[in-house]
């Protein structure tokens, strides 16, 4: 079955770094763009970062990410990524993966970043 499964969220202080990793299996992972969005708590979901199926291009960044985040994939591992650093208690939020081609969706089930000093 489609399946994408998220990691590397964790609590991080003010100004640090990491980075989320997306798992896709079940579907052909090349023929799919990738988008990363994020979903704070009372806030509503919005996207955050977004690469191509081939990863060729221009990616798509929020303006307020920009400079500060790297969206990336590797299609050989079925994986995408997201680099964040400098990070801001603001972008507290679980983070989701969404893989999208044409009228077809998947989503992960999120990994939850906290930014905190």
């Known amino acids: 079955q489609v399946q994408l499964v998220e990691s590397g969220g964790g609590l991080v202080h003010p100004g640090e770094a990491l980075t989320l990793s997306c798992a896709a299996s079940g579907f052909t992972f090349n023929t799919y763009a990738i988008q990363w969005h994020r979903q704070a708590p009372g806030k509503e979901r919005e996207l955050v970062a977004g690469?191509?199926?081939?990863?060729?291009?221009?990616?798509l960044y929020a303006d307020s990410v920009k400079g500060r985040f790297t969206i990336a994939r590797d299609n050989s591992k079925n994986t995408a990524f997201l680099q964040m650093s400098s990070l801001r208690p603001a972008y507290s939020a679980v983070y989701y993966c969404?893989?999208?081609?044409?009228?077809?969706?998947?989503w992960g089930q999120g990994t939850q970043v906290t930014v905190s000093a």
């Open positions: 690469i191509s199926s081939n990863g060729n291009g221009n990616n």
């Open positions: 969404m893989a999208i081609m044409a009228r077809s969706a998947y």
